[in-house]
Antibody
């Protein structure tokens, strides 16, 4: 079964950090781009970042540049998002997705809440 | 960045009737070299991740019922549900993948009247 499972979310104070993880199964992870998309409570979808097959290309939405870092470990079929200097506006459900420029497989997401 | 807008914000349609959602981009997302529109549609039901419905503006993703269709080109696009079923109640998003940052429309909520 093709599957993506995120983890690592939680409650963090403003300025804090978290590392989100996404484990892929059921497809050849190392041959696909991967993406993170977030959704603030009751709001729409926002693309956050993506990474190419070998991790040599990474792209970010402007609002997270310098604070978020996307990475991957193909040996572990894993995608990561290191999120630093967290702000209240980063509070959201974070999804990982397989990236064909469109997103055909999504995980269930992991919740990040930034609050003091 | 390419901004995406959608209309209406919400609509209520009787079962079996047609639902039409519009999406506009602030610049053309038609790539001239391959004549493809870099536009996708997603469906999101409450408590679930989005599901890809349509890409290249009009190509249905595997397993998507044929009552869902996409049309349009350049900057103006439409998602049509030809005969609304109860399971189609959801929020629908368009997304451009012409250039990064990839951007989504704000969503259109579809309910049964």
């Amino acid at each position: 079964e093709v599957q993506l499972v995120e983890s690592g979310g939680g409650l963090v104070q403003p300025g804090g950090s978290l590392r989100l993880s996404c484990i892929a199964s059921g497809f050849t992870f190392r041959t696909y781009w991967m993406t993170w998309v977030r959704q603030a409570p009751g709001k729409g979808l926002e693309w956050v970042a993506n990474i190419n097959e070998d991790g040599s290309e990474k792209y970010y939405v402007e609002s997270v540049k310098g604070r978020f870092t996307i990475s991957r470990d193909n040996a572990k079929n894993s995608l990561y998002l290191q999120i630093n200097s967290l702000r209240a506006e980063d509070t959201a459900l974070y999804y990982c997705a397989r990236d064909l420029r469109v997103f055909d497989i999504w995980g269930q997401g992991t919740v990040v809440t930034v609050s003091s | 960045d390419i901004e995406m807008t959608q209309s209406p914000d919400s609509l209520a349609v009787s079962l079996g009737e047609r639902a039409t959602i519009n999406c506009k981009s602030t610049q053309s997302i038609l790539y001239s070299s391959n004549n493809k529109n870099y536009l996708a549609w997603y469906q999101q039901k409450p408590g679930q991740p989005p599901k890809l419905l349509i890409y290249w503006a009009s190509t249905r993703h595997s397993g998507v019922p044929d009552r869902f269709s996409g049309s349009g080109s350049g900057t103006d696009f439409t998602l049509t549900v030809s005969s609304l079923q109860a399971e189609d109640v959801a929020v629908y998003y368009c997304q451009q993948y012409y250039s990064t940052p990839f951007t989504f429309g704000p969503g259109t909520k579809v309910d049964v009247k």
